[in-house]
């Protein structure tokens, strides 16, 4: 049977530039759930953008885009999306080439070994997120935590991480990445058993091995996969560090741990700034766009 007479037995039939009533009549509880959740507050966090309201005033005033520019002249709001960038760009590292190296070291493992390593990698993503970034809040106390202990007996004097305007960011980046690096980890183990072996053999047989076939053969059969590797750890990046930055450092020392995500929290929750607050999330909604619309552009590029 040809696909297209496939979909006539469920009503999807195009009369001319018109879909019949039974694919509208599917469809309706899609687009209600898709307009009342996500189509609507994306209009209405548009409209309060343009207002000046700090909650416990009646009525938002109009303002335009005064919002925008008050930011866009705001060096607090450059350093947001300086730190957004890094912490975008740490979970590069450890959401993407680090699972992927770790897929690519054990995959070769076999039997009880291979479950072992699996199992105690994918381990602290099975944990709460609150109860490891507790855990690791003891680890970095500064005098009686496990690594300052460990320091002091190696003869080095252990830093405040937490508070150390340098160190606070990439302490709470390393939570947030070691919290998910089982996760992704797993999804490039699964991309690399799935690859065709006849395919691995004939290159090894033409005499491909080490970085040549990782190159040349791998690297090329697991695009898709690592396309949406990367991407899911760039676009979960703020959502992942939202909480351990929230328990730890709540944004602090002096803003340092903050990202766009955060600060809309912060302006909407604990400022009560909702048009700030609005046009932060809005600016972030077209960043995480862009890379939404990147990844769609090299799909079409690969499969056109």
């Known amino acids: 049977m040809q696909p297209v007479e496939a979909w006539k037995g469920v009503g999807f039939r195009r009369l ?19 307009g009342v959740f996500v189509y609507w507050p994306l209009l209405y966090n548009l409209w309060l953008s343009l207002h000046e309201w700090n909650l416990v005033r009646p009525n938002p005033s109009f303002v ?8 866009l002249a705001d060096p607090l709001f450059s350093q947001l999306i300086r730190q957004t960038l890094v912490y975008m760009g740490l979970a590069a590292l450890g ?15 076999k039997g009880p070994l291979a479950e072992l390593y699996q199992t105690l990698l994918f381990a602290p993503t099975v944990a709460a997120v609150s109860v490891a970034t507790l855990v690791w809040l003891y680890i970095y106390l500064p005098a009686a935590g496990p690594l ?56 090894r047989v033409d005499g491909a091995s080490g970085l040549t076939l990782l190159w040349h053969v791998l690297l090329p059969l697991l695009g898709p996969a690592l396309l949406f590797l990367l991407l899911s750890a760039l676009s979960s990046a703020l959502d992942y560090a939202f909480v351990p930055i929230d328990i730890m450092t709540q944004g602090g020392p002096f ?18 700034r909702a048009g700030i607050a609005a ?18 552009y090299l799909l079409g590029r690969r499969h056109g």
Do not use: C
């Open 16 to 34: 001319g530039n018109r879909v019949d009533g039974t694919a509208l009549l599917l469809l309706a509880p899609s687009l209600v759930v898709l």
């Open 148 to 203: 300052a202990q460990l320091l002091a007996r190696l003869g080095l004097e252990a830093p405040n991480f937490l508070s150390s305007p340098h160190l606070a960011l990439y302490a709470v980046a390393l939570v947030a990445n070691w919290k998910f690096l089982g996760f992704h980890y797993l999804i490039a183990l699964a991309a690399l058993k799935a690859l065709p072996r006849e395919v691995l053999e004939a290159a």
């Open 279 to 296: 046009a932060q999330a809005l600016l972030l909604t077209l960043g995480l766009g862009i890379l939404i619309l990147g990844q769609l």
């Open 255 to 272: 803003g340092h741990t903050s990202n766009l995500m955060y600060a809309v929290y912060q302006e909407a929750f604990r400022h009560f």
């Open 64 to 71: 335009g885009l005064a919002n925008y520019q008050a930011l």
């Open 95 to 109: 959401n993407f080439l680090l699972p992927l190296g770790l897929a690519l070291l054990t995959i070769q493992v």
